[in-house]
């Protein structure tokens, strides 16, 4: 066969590719997630079961963007924090939207709080969400760290390496995936104030033995 014939057809096919790949791209790729994670705010709460003791809350502030062409859900968020010294490991999960980034105690005034729902993502669009965390009480294997601002009760040590590991239930998967992993070194200061704490590294794609508990 001439190779003349064979250069336009190979063209053709090329650009025949082209224009499926990018059809299928811009109209009918799947939902994917893209979850960014920043720096948390320590927030806290009332531990209600024992008086005088708090807990820390995190505020989170997250990018969630879909890349895909189709519209998913991000169903449920859940963070597994570990420490270090303590050799501790609780679990938290999203229990309210925050207008701003601030304390609990500030957005409760300006009420500026609204109860976690699940995340809607058009196709090629981001949302900015800052998102309170609350820890799971339920198991006794799972505590977090609880701690009280009085002298005469002991408090947290004066530092510690915090761990938190993001999973997120979405459109993509039927089951939890561990989508982003932080560690922060955390001060008394910090938990007592509400500081923003200082990222020491962020790994993608750790692992996790406690995936099981977050059913």
């Not at 679990?91 to 976690?116: D, Q, R």
């Not at 294997?141 to 701690?147: G, H």
């Amino acid at each position: 066969m001439d190779i003349r014939f064979l250069v336009p057809l190979m063209v053709s096919l090329i650009a025949l590719s082209f224009s499926i790949f990018s059809w299928w791209y811009l109209w009918i790729s799947p939902f994917k997630l893209r979850f960014t994670a920043g720096r948390p705010l320590l927030s806290t709460l009332a531990d209600q079961r024992r008086s005088g003791l708090l807990y820390t809350a995190p505020i989170v502030p997250l990018d969630l963007a879909n890349t895909g062409a189709r519209g998913g859900v991000v169903e449920d968020i859940r963070i597994i924090v570990k420490t270090d010294k303590e050799k501790r490991n609780w679990i938290l999960y999203p229990e309210y939207f925050c207008g701003e980034f601030a304390s609990l105690v500030v957005l409760f005034e300006k009420g500026k709080t609204e109860k976690f729902h699940p995340i809607f993502i058009p196709g090629r669009q981001s949302v900015f969400r800052n998102i309170c965390f609350r820890p799971m009480l339920k198991d006794n294997q799972i505590q977090p760290l609880t701690f009280s601002k009085n002298p005469e009760i002991p408090a947290l040590p004066a530092e510690d390496t915090w761990t938190f590991e993001y999973y997120v239930l979405d459109s993509l998967s039927p089951e939890y995936r561990l989508i982003q992993k932080q560690e922060f070194k955390v001060t008394r200061e910090q938990i007592f104030t509400g500081l923003n704490i200082p990222e020491t590294s962020n790994v993608v794609n750790a692992q996790s033995q406690l995936i099981r508990k977050l059913k």
